[in-house]
């Protein structure tokens, strides 16, 4: 099993899990075209990723996800408030009631069996003969894209078009669309396949099973994630933007073979900092996020000691020093990191980290 850390921080994230026959990308918080090089950097061919995973709606883990997944065509699993949440977010100008929303999911779900029913009658017909404005409005972003080479051809393609294949909603224009021509507008919350989790319910992707678990933060939905590969035995987590570690996150970080754990701030240099003092209270709140201390304290209390690798990440650039949340870590596990053991990495933002393999 495999996990390669993308990016890690306040300015974007993503993580691709990866088990003999199954590869699974958690967030997408870069542009689809930094998403791409990064991944191509890292040796992860996108063609082969099989879903997206997201944890909350928040930018830093969705800032790519729409053209990501619209490009690869690959399913994006969430909980529905947080497809909510980000639906609502993508179209500000759209007054979304409850009601509303089921109709909006309604209008999905039959758009994609009309999109089935159109590939079924006429193979290899294109989806854009369907009828539906929803999925007919989306066209036009891939018809924009339609000269590009499949995402199928060959990872050497990734280097050299990685820039073709986003550029058509990636580009300046997708922040403004007001300076698109309406005709030409893809909806900016169509994804190709929506699977819906809860947390706390496991659920399995290949062979990589799932247990989705409540994090305290404040977006509508927030969850980490506990990855098993049946074949392997290998266990991986992912538990960052929290407030605090609440008992249900100490009970699912046991028996963690590689765990990214959020080290986000050092608690004087955010109070000392640059932010503004509501945000400051955000990121302290119980909502917020895990401090080197908060982190530490977990690590010399409640954590088992299981880890081969635990990797620090989720640092704010402005209100964290790497060498700080190392040095906390490190005291914290003082006298259980060996050879085989509780070994320490910090995830970076500008650059993917070389993939743990277990
Ligand atoms: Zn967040
Ligand atoms: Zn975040």
């Known amino acids: ?33 930094e998403l791409l090089k ?21 930018q830093d883990h969705i800032a790519g996800l729409a053209v990501l997944a619209r490009r690869l065509r690959i399913p994006v699993y969430l909980t529905e408030p947080t497809h909510r949440a980000w639906a609502r977010m993508v179209t500000p100008r ?13 209008a999905e779900k039959e758009a994609r069996a009309a999109a089935a029913a159109a590939l079924n009658t006429e193979p290899g017909a294109p989806s854009m003969t369907v ?12 018809a924009a894209s339609a000269g590009a080479p499949s995402i199928a051809a060959s990872s ?31 909806d900016p919350a169509f994804l190709p396949t929506v699977e819906y989790f809860h947390s706390g319910t496991n659920f399995s992707i290949g062979d990589i099973s799932i247990t989705p678990f409540t994090i305290p933060h404040d977006a509508a939905d927030p969850c980490g994630f506990v990855f098993e590969s049946r074949s392997e035995s290998v266990r991986m987590a992912i538990a960052t933007d929290l407030g605090y570690v609440p008992p249900n996150v100490k009970a699912a970080l046991k028996r963690i073979d590689v765990l990214l754990l959020e080290s986000n701030h050092d608690l004087e240099m955010l109070r000392d900092g640059p932010y503004p003092w509501s945000v ?13 201390h908060a982190t530490a304290e977990f690590l010399a209390r409640d954590y088992d000691g299981a880890a081969t690798w ?31 053991g509780n070994r320490l990495l910090l995830a970076q933002q500008s650059a993917p980290l070389t993939p743990i393999c277990l």
């Open 94 to 106: 759209t007054t979304m009631t409850y009601a509303k929303w089921l109709d909006h999911v309604q």
């Open 38 to 58: 990064r991944m191509a950097l890292a040796n992860e061919d996108p063609a082969s990723l099989d879903a997206i995973l997201i944890t909350h709606e928040h």
């Open 1 to 33: 099993m495999r996990m390669t850390v993308l990016a890690s921080g306040s300015k974007g994230n993503s993580t691709v899990i990866a088990s003999a026959n199954t590869r699974l990308l958690v967030d997408a918080g870069l542009s689809c075209r």
């Open 280 to 292: 400051k209270q955000r990121v302290l709140s119980r909502v917020g996020h895990l401090s080197n």
């Open 131 to 142: 009828s539906s404005s929803w999925v007919g409005s989306d066209t036009s972003d891939l």
């Open 310 to 340: 635990i990797v620090l990440g989720h640092l704010s650039e402005a209100n964290n020093d790497p060498s700080l949340a190392l040095l906390a870590a490190e005291q914290a596990i003082q006298g259980r990191a060996t050879l085989l």
């Open 156 to 186: 050497s393609w990734i280097e050299s078009s990685a820039t073709d294949l986003c550029a058509a909603a990636d580009s300046p224009t997708d922040l403004d669309e007001d300076q698109e021509a309406p005709a030409a507008k893809p």
